[in-house]
């Protein structure tokens, strides 16, 4: 690394990233804890850096008011992105107070070592601090006008540092649940049961009387309950259900598990690898597969406390993005960006865009009516039904293979409901109540392809994986993205790629299997990307692949390789299974080669998440609608894994120097995959349509 | 109204309460116990639970009337010594979390469930908790090695 990091130049002054006074080391990050460490592993980067103790190191707020602006904590990039600015900035910052120290020493800066965050020259035993040397360095320095720093802490691996905001979490008023503030109150919104209703009226004097209920707030179709106390409010709000009428706004297809309501709402494909004219002679074989769409399904309630102040709006959110939900809020209200504040606070685990934006305006617009503090927790239900789902997705592909079996042509369309509809992309504010206010809503807005600029490659998060990491020399690649479902969908934990490697990893196994080779010489003979190569050999060593192993019989095994996007984390296993009635994931062996490993529990603990929540999401997990509106309302109609359904799971961290990238989403893809190859294997039967369920199993099976 | 007394982390407490209130209300609301966390309120995810008498309740679903009397115990104010102080430190030590929302409860089950006579099995604790629990971010691994060590321990104290 020798150019400034993007996320360094467009927040270029050091005091950006750094506080330091006679006392404390403060890192300022803009990437914020969401339950996947990232805190820790932003202290041990700068600690390396710094050459201080991580103990030694605090965790400055991310907010509007002083944060850099690092957009969206999302995409796997915060150690990537975030990471490397930070290194970068840790680095400058240390060469600017080893020029001060050395000044004060009487030596040359590059001469000088540094030790547990003081300084020394060669041969002499005399210290000085980061802290004694604060009040003389300035760090409203701007990066772009110093030399590349030398970077000490590349290639140090963290084995022994513990998570820093886990013993607080195992403790009370660590999340912004707990958040009170002096006079606050707390509310609660009424919203529909079915995705294509709206609020037509409602008898707001049902609750004039109810105990605690300080307001009724209905604006347009936005309604909400302000009282003293939670419970007040969210017993008012189930009593103002009973007196609302509801429009409907919109008809819904009829759900069914294969997805293929998303044909009858097909849109123009954009086309990534142009469709080959003419077909090449050889053995066809051609396959649908689909996902229903998923919940984030997080524990914790989807959380904002708003306060207005003299008309200026401070909000806690448990936001993926402070700068672009700041943005968003400000729109909707009409407010100038500097009379509103986003302070991220943490929340119940995230795993992409979930409700916390939306409840941020449902605090904001309930405080501004009240003039007071109000946190506005959303219900179980509201979770489950409102909240962005993961995209439904539907995914044909059709390959040509020779006599040998090599494949000579591929051709692949994805299908999909909108993965990236975070607040302010496109034209919509994207925010559940601005919807409810009448802002134009996500249904009219058809999305352009984005070419964003944080990926090396175009990304329309549906298409995300959808090129396949073996070397094809017949390409074509299409993505059907519908400007909006029946239910609101957006990002979550690997967007398309949970859909996507498990066609595609599928689809090689169906390959293999119709040439006779087995799956894992198949995937070698057609990988010439050497770090997937190693990944996937270091997978089957560890799993024990064996080649020709017999299936049947209940028990299988199979193989899933991807690298996240095509440009993060490589991520291979070997999956066991046993299937009797249901499948039992008996064990996962999987390698990982994320570059280099900032911290490494970090990176098993991330891994270990994503196997256990893919697994859940490819064997028991689908929501949707029925005549009564949406089909899951509670959790016993979103079963997830539990203690009981967890695999004897092992991971290999494979090491190397290449440029260190994030790990959250490496495994969604892969681990749906090596499921349904092992249970492929152990049936003699493919199952093609997540979730693979008891009733699934049975139908297959029925029909042969 | 209705004037109710119980222990609380060690605290003899006594106040007027709605009884039909839910123990979680009281508890966060009332007497600022914020280690105990709000989840989906249907008695279903567990993040709530608090130890009553040293079983595990879960308090959304637990009206205040029902800890009249009795002792209360939670994770934030677990008292050293206790199997809840022992659980959770396990716990620490495995880095057996990722966001931490559903873990206190989980923390405050165990500990409940090995302060029994007999200590119970692996399975009778893991069903337990499956049906008790949910955990979202795939901690699980983490949690059933901090168990195993944790059960191990209340055997071993309970053979000696």
């Known amino acids: 690394m020798k150019e400034l990091p993007a996320n360094l130049i467009a927040n270029p002054k050091l005091s950006q990233w750094f506080d330091i006074d006679r006392s404390h080391v403060t890192i300022c990050s803009g990437k914020v804890e969401l339950g996947q460490g990232i805190e820790t592993a932003m202290a041990i980067v700068a600690a390396s850096e710094l050459r201080l103790d991580v103990s030694q190191i605090s965790i400055g707020r991310v907010d509007t008011g002083h944060a850099p602006n690092e957009g969206y904590t999302a995409g796997s990039f915060s150690i990537e992105h975030g990471g490397s600015a930070l290194r970068v900035a840790a680095a400058m910052t240390r060469e600017l107070f080893a020029e001060a120290a050395a000044t004060r020493l009487g030596a040359r800066p590059e001469d000088l070592i540094v030790e547990d965050g003081r300084f020394r020259a060669p041969g002499r035993n005399e210290f000085i601090s980061y802290g004694d040397l604060a009040d003389s360095v300035d760090l409203d320095v701007d990066a772009r006008s110093r030399p590349f720093p030398r970077l000490l802490g590349i290639g140090e691996i963290d084995e022994k540092t513990h998570r820093r905001d886990l013993p607080g979490k195992l403790g009370g008023g660590a999340y912004i649940q707990d958040i009170r503030l002096p006079g606050m109150l707390f509310g609660r919104v009424l919203r529909p049961h079915s995705p294509n209703l709206r609020l037509r009226e409602l008898n707001e004097t049902a609750v004039a009387l109810h105990p605690g209920v300080i307001k009724v707030v209905v604006r347009n179709g936005f309604a909400g309950v302000v009282a003293k106390r939670d419970e007040q409010a969210l017993e008012a709000v189930e009593r103002l259900r009973q007196t609302a009428r509801w429009e409907k706004v919109f008809d819904l297809p009829e759900d069914n598990e294969e997805q293929s309501w998303i044909d009858s709402l097909a849109v123009k494909p954009t086309i990534i690898e142009e469709p080959q004219p003419a077909r090449l002679p050889g053995r066809r074989k051609k396959a649908s597969f689909s996902r229903p769409y998923l919940l984030h399904a997080s524990i914790g309630p989807t959380c904002a406390v708003a306060a207005w102040d003299e008309g200026k709006l401070t909000v806690y959110s448990h936001t993926q993005g402070v700068y672009p939900l700041r943005a968003q809020l400000a729109r909707v209200l009409g407010f100038d960006l500097s009379d509103v504040t986003v302070i991220h606070a943490h929340g119940s685990g995230c795993y992409g865009h979930n409700g916390a934006d939306d409840v941020a305006l449902d605090a904001a617009l309930l405080a501004q009516a009240v003039g007071v503090p109000v946190m506005v927790m959303w219900s179980r239900t509201d979770e489950l039904t409102w909240s962005p789902h993961a995209a439904a997705m539907r995914v044909q592909v059709e390959a040509t293979q020779d006599e040998q079996g090599a494949i000579i042509d591929w051709a692949y369309h994805v299908k999909s409901t909108p993965h990236l509809a975070r607040p302010g992309m496109g034209t919509a504010p994207n925010l559940l109540a601005a919807t409810e206010l009448g802002f134009r809503d996500e249904v009219q807005e058809t999305p352009a392809p984005r070419e964003k600029t944080n990926f090396k490659i175009a990304d329309r998060g549906g298409d995300r994986n959808a090129r396949p990491i073996y070397a094809l020399p017949r390409l074509s690649l299409l993505h059907s993205e519908l400007p909006q479902g029946p239910l609101r969908s957006s990002a979550m934990r690997g967007l398309g790629a949970h859909l996507n490697v498990f066609a595609i990893e599928s689809f090689m196994d169906e390959l293999a299997l119709d040439a006779g080779r087995d799956p894992l010489e198949f995937r070698l003979a057609h990988l010439q990307d050497e770090r997937a190569v190693a990944v996937l050999k270091a997978a089957a060593d560890l799993g024990n692949w064996q080649p020709g192993e017999a299936g049947g019989e209940g028990r299988g095994r199979g193989l899933g390789l991807a690298r996240y996007k095509g440009t993060g984390a490589y991520y291979a296993c070997v999956v066991t299974v046993e299937v009797d009635e249901t499948v039992r994931l008996v064990s996962v062996h999987g390698a990982v080669d994320a570059g280099h490993v900032v911290h490494k529990d970090g990176v098993l603990n991330q891994i270990e998440g994503g196997i256990i929540q893919s697994a859940s999401w490819t064997l028991k997990e689908r929501a949707g609608w029925n005549e009564d509106g949406f089909s899951v309302k509670g959790w016993d109609d979103y079963p997830i894994m539990g203690f009981t359904e967890i695999p004897h799971i092992e991971t290999r961290v494979l090491r190397n120097s290449e440029p260190s990238v994030g790990v959250g989403e490496a495994a969604a893809g892969p681990v749906a995959a090596g499921i349904g190859n092992a249970v492929a294997h152990a049936l003699g039967v493919r199952i093609r349509t997540m979730p693979i369920t008891r009733e699934r199993i049975f139908k297959m099976l029925m029909e042969g | ?160």
Not at chain 2, 94 to 114: F, R
């Open chain 2, 1 to 160: 109204m209705k004037r109710v007394s119980f222990v609380l982390d060690g605290q003899f407490r006594e106040l007027e309460a709605d009884p039909e209130l839910s123990v979680l209300s009281l508890l966060r609301d009332d007497l600022g116990c914020l280690g105990v966390r709000p989840g989906c309120l249907m008695g279903r995810c567990g993040s709530c639970t608090v130890l009553v008498d040293n079983r595990p309740i879960q308090s959304c679903s637990a009206p205040v009337w029902s800890i009249d009397g009795r002792t209360v115990a939670t994770v934030a104010g677990a008292e050293p010594g206790s199997w809840l102080a022992r659980v959770r430190e396990v716990f620490l030590e495995e880095q057996a979390a990722q966001c931490g929302y559903c873990v206190n409860g989980i923390v405050t089950t165990v500990a409940g469930l090995l302060a029994n006579s007999p200590v119970p099995d692996r399975d009778h604790l893991l069903k337990h908790l499956d049906e008790h629990h949910l955990c979202r971010c795939g901690a699980h691994v983490r949690m059933l090695r901090a168990i195993d060590r944790l059960l191990d321990e209340a055997h071993r104290g309970a053979a000696a």
